[in-house]
T-cell receptor, first 114, second 116 residues
Framework: ELKVEQNPLFLSMQEGKNYTIYCNYSTTSDRLYWYRQDPGKSLESLFVLLSNGAVKQEGRLMASLDTKARLSTLHITAAVHDLSATYFCAVDLPYGGSQGNLIFGKGTKLSVKP | DTEVTQTPKHLVMGMTNKKSLKCEQHMGHRAMYWYKQKAKKPPELMFVYSYEKLSINESVPSRFSPECPNSSLLNLHLHALQPEDSALYLC???????????????FGPGTRLLVL
């Protein structure tokens, strides 16, 4: 059974600070996704990481994937209040030859304070 | 256009009612998904349609019945639901279910369901 563990589950940070969210998963997969969810809203895709060593950056967020360590990180640089949201990582567990069976971590609720 | 639309946005139903949730995408995606999300929890996959055929059914109770009339539409028929089925139901789509060009899943805004 695939397990996806995120930590921390709650993160309160000050504006301007840096921090990293970690996503560990328990079985082989080379597809990992990061999503953002604002309260009461749907999920917004942030990053798709498809190979070992993949690194992607968008604004103050940077995601990386180490498939050998089964670890992905989401690094936040110089946080701003607008980044406050819940961040989910999700791992694709192939099922019957098809992709798309996403298993989500529990999410990291990020609160950025002035 | 990377939009997935869902109707209705909110739904209140009794345990004896029959209702349907609808999802639509016009991105030419060939995979569509239903997820259930309880408050403060991650989304949980319910169903996957690949090329309009049901390919994954994650042991969902039969009171939930999916339907994919064509490649752009996905329905979720609800009958005799329980209060614990109250949740946000999210529809998503992605381009290539075979995974050779796997990209992200695009999520709709969701239907917030309350079962009384």
């Amino acid at each position: 059974e695939l397990k996806v563990e995120q930590n921390p589950l709650f993160l309160s940070m000050q504006e301007g600070k840096n921090y990293t969210i970690y996503c560990n998963y328990s079985t082989t997969s080379d597809r990992l996704y990061w999503y953002r969810q604002d309260p009461g809203k749907s999920l917004e895709s942030l990053f798709v990481l498809l190979s070992n060593g993949a690194v992607k950056q968008e604004g103050r967020l940077m995601a990386s994937l180490d498939t050998k360590a089964r670890l992905s990180t989401l690094h936040i640089t110089a946080a701003v209040h607008d980044l406050s949201a819940t961040y989910f990582c999700a791992v694709d567990l192939p099922y019957g030859g098809s992709q798309g069976n996403l298993i989500f971590g529990k999410g990291t609720k990020l609160s950025v304070k002035p | 256009d990377t939009e997935v639309t869902q109707t209705p946005k909110h739904l209140v139903m009794g345990m004896t009612n029959k209702k349907s949730l609808k999802c639509e995408q016009h991105m030419g995606h060939r995979a569509m998904y239903w997820y259930k999300q309880k408050a403060k929890k991650p989304p949980e996959l319910m169903f996957v349609y690949s090329y309009e055929k049901l390919s994954i059914n994650e042991s969902v109770p039969s009171r939930f019945s999916p339907e994919c009339p064509n490649s752009s539409l996905l329905n979720l028929h609800l009958h005799a639901l329980q209060p614990e089925d109250s949740a946000l139901y999210l529809c998503a789509s992605s381009q290539d279910p075979s995974g050779s060009q796997q990209e992200t899943q695009y999520f709709g805004p969701g239907t917030r369901l309350l079962v009384l």
